[in-house]
Structures are given as structure tokens and as C-alpha cells.
Nanobody, 125 residues
């Protein structure tokens, strides 16, 4: 059984930092494109970041560039999203996903095969 379990969400002040984790069981993260997506209230799910199967290539959505960093730990079969300089507009539920689509389609959430349950992040004073 494949499971993706996110953790690390919560309340953070604007300008602060937060690190999300996604622990994966049942499949190896290096066999999949691993991605982070987010969905704010009343909005569609949005691509945040992704890493390719080998882990050597990263891609970030416009909202995440220069502020967020995605990484992975093969020994722990876990991926991370370090969020810095957060803004109120970063408030959303953050989802971890595993996809076996081609790298060129990494931003399409409809092609994600496995999803985590989501980690709520609220950026507010």
C-alpha cells in the first residue's frame, strides 16, 4: 500500500519560515517525479515544485521561486519543502504527490498518481 504523509504545516508569521515533510511508504521516491502542490481556499490547485526521478533536476512555480527549496532524503524516502520569507498569499493546503508522467508534464496535477492527505499552512499575524 502506497502512503504519502505530510507533516510540518501550521501557523507562521509573514516573513517567517516553515519546513514541510512528506514521508513515503510503499514506493521509492527515486522511481517517481515527486512534487508539491497547494490549494488555497476557493482556488484551483497550483503547482509549487517538483524533482525528477534521479533527484538532480528541480522545477519551481513562479510563486515558489527564490523563496522555497525542495529536497529529498533517499535513506528516509522523504521529500521536503523549505519555505522562507512566507507571505499571506502562501496560505493554502500543501500536498505532496508522486507522478510517473513524463518530466515535461510534471506540473499537471491530474497526472499525479499518489497524493498525501495535505498539510495546512496559514501565514498570518
Amino acid at each position: 500500500q502506497v502512503q504519502l504523509v505530510e507533516s510540518g504545516g501550521g501557523l507562521v508569521q509573514p516573513g517567517g519560515s516553515l519546513k514541510l515533510s512528506c514521508a513515503v511508504t510503499g514506493v521509492r521516491i527515486y522511481d517517481y517525479i515527486m512534487g508539491w502542490f497547494r490549494q488555497a481556499p476557493g482556488k484551483e490547485r497550483e503547482f509549487v515544485s517538483a524533482t525528477n526521478r534521479g533527484g538532480g533536476t528541480l522545477d519551481y512555480g513562479e510563486s515558489a521561486k527564490d523563496r522555497f527549496t525542495m529536497s529529498r532524503d533517499g535513506a528516509k524516502n522523504t521529500v521536503y519543502l523549505q519555505m522562507n520569507s512566507v507571505k499571506p498569499e502562501d496560505t493554502a493546503v500543501y500536498y505532496c504527490g508522486a507522478s510517473n508522467s513524463p518530466w515535461g508534464l510534471r506540473r499537471k496535477d491530474s497526472l499525479v498518481k499518489y497524493w498525501g492527505q495535505g498539510a495546512p499552512v496559514t501565514v498570518s499575524t
